[in-house]
């Protein structure tokens, strides 16, 4: 299937000036004559108003989030305050087992990493090194000193390329994270 949501440009004629639900009618109607055989290409539909309702149905069905768009604004070929990406994402405590060196000009650490408890100890989850201010990367960077250690606290610690440069921490802190999805091999994303 191939879904068409806008239409810039038609028999020659610029578009981008027009308003965004009159573009899409006329999609729609060029799209309602076209021939059974066609039906690879559809139409991508709209919904107007509730949005906060469509975005949090769209993140129970783990979506990727929404776009939201103003209706009377002309086509642009940039993200612009006439359209919005809003993406979907949990939320959950993770105990931090190491961090990484910081790269760069950045100061204190690089990312955190995380995990999380089963019947069997620590699971390495991943990492994260985004979200922190210049002050919170000192008073964390100071706080992981204090209770490194030599060995792994997972039980399944990252390795290869993704063990250079990581130190490995007591689990005593807790993190709580914004994330997008798990991936297969139950890494955050």
Excluded at 17 to 42: D, F, G, V, W, Y
Excluded at 50 to 73: F, M, N, P, W
Excluded at 145 to 160: A, L, T, V, Y
């Amino acid at each position: 299937m191939y879904y068409l949501f806008d239409l810039p440009h038609c028999k020659g004629y610029d578009l981008t000036r027009a308003p965004l639900l009159q573009r899409k009618n006329l999609l729609h109607s060029l799209l309602e004559r076209m021939s059974p055989a066609q039906e690879t290409i559809r139409f991508s539909d709209h919904i107007q108003g509730s949005g906060k309702a469509v975005y949090q149905h769209a993140c129970r069905l783990a979506a990727e989030g929404i776009i939201s768009k103003d209706t009377t604004g002309g086509y642009e070929q940039k993200r612009s305050r006439g359209w919005l990406k809003i993406k979907c994402h949990q939320r959950q405590e993770f105990v931090v087992g190491g961090w990484t060196d910081p790269g760069g000009s950045r100061t204190g650490f690089g990312a955190l990493l995380l995990g999380y408890y089963d019947n069997k100890g620590l699971v390495y989850a991943g990492r994260v090194g985004t979200g922190f201010s210049e002050s919170a990367l000192r008073l964390l960077a100071a706080q992981l000193h204090r209770i490194e250690q030599k060995d792994s606290p997972f039980r399944n610690p990252p390795s290869g390329t993704d063990a250079r440069g990581v130190h490995w921490a007591r689990p005593q802190l807790v993190a709580e994270v914004k994330f997008r999805e798990w991936t297969r091999d139950n890494i955050l994303r």
